[in-house]
């Protein structure tokens, strides 16, 4: 269900059988000449959507404003919008804070952003992971005083880790291609992978007929993208989702 469409007894129940609350997480980004600048969020959007019609989820509104960055191209003309990881993480603790407040407890943020490597991390993934934790604590020592962790009722604490069973896990964020794509599907910017995916997702983020006006390296193998491999991507990025997205 889609959050801003949601009544308020449908949030108490979404509460009450531990829903996964799923944030899109990404940025508006130069894909070069043939690509909608906002392929990174409009990914993760499109999967969701695809998740929505088989489980029970909530999705947030998306969230555009990551850290682009003006590694690939200049903003000028171009159409990348950064905001730095500084600024994100405090946004991202209120937010989270905000959610665990209403009473969610089942939080993930997906993104898609320079997320091929994403145990180093990137300024937007480790902002909302920064974010993320530093919500947990605020909002865990507001309910339950210092020394909550070192208290007698979080002795199963290491026990209970290899369930997931703990308050860390409250708030998540995850890639939305794991390592485990690495091999099976091309991870690339604006490449033969991206507009593939775009194409099975977005069809309409996609002009092909501006493949020539392509400038950038990273550009060149999307001339070989094709809705069936975009499809391919897709399966496995379910896959992915169905495994993190459980109650």
């Not at 947030?60 to 990881?85: C, M």
């Not at 199963?156 to 485990?180: C, E, K, R």
């Not at 809705?227 to 992915?240: P, S």
Request: one cysteine or more; a negative charge.
């Amino acid at each position: 269900m889609r959050y801003e469409l949601m009544l308020p007894h449908q949030i108490r129940r979404a509460i009450a059988e531990n829903w996964p609350v799923v944030l899109p997480l990404g940025v508006l980004e130069y894909h070069g000449e043939h690509m909608a600048v906002g392929m990174d969020t409009l990914a993760v959007v499109k999967t969701l959507e695809l998740i929505e019609k088989e489980a029970d989820i909530v999705i947030l509104p998306p969230f555009y404003y990551g850290a682009a960055s003006y590694a690939v191209v200049a903003p000028e003309g171009n159409g990348s919008v950064q905001v730095g990881g500084r600024e994100l993480a405090p946004f991202a603790e209120e937010l989270f804070y905000s959610l665990l407040r209403i009473g969610f407890r089942n939080i993930h943020a997906i993104i898609h952003h320079q997320a091929e490597n994403f145990a180093a991390g990137m300024p937007t993934d480790l902002a909302f992971k920064t974010g993320g934790r530093q919500a947990i604590f605020r909002f865990v020592e507001k309910e339950r005083g210092e020394g909550w962790w070192g208290s007698d009722t979080m002795a199963d604490y290491y026990a209970g880790q290899p369930d997931g069973g703990n308050v860390f896990n409250w708030v998540q964020v995850h890639p939305l291609m794991p390592a485990s794509m690495n091999g099976q599907y091309p991870f690339d910017h604006a490449g033969g992978g991206e507009t593939s995916l775009m194409l099975a997702l977005c069809p309409e983020a996609v002009d092909d007929a501006r493949f020539a006006e392509n400038k950038g390296w990273y550009t060149a193998s999307a001339k070989d993208a094709s809705a069936a491999l975009g499809r391919k991507g897709v399966d496995m990025i379910l896959n992915h989702l169905r495994a993190i997205l459980t109650r």
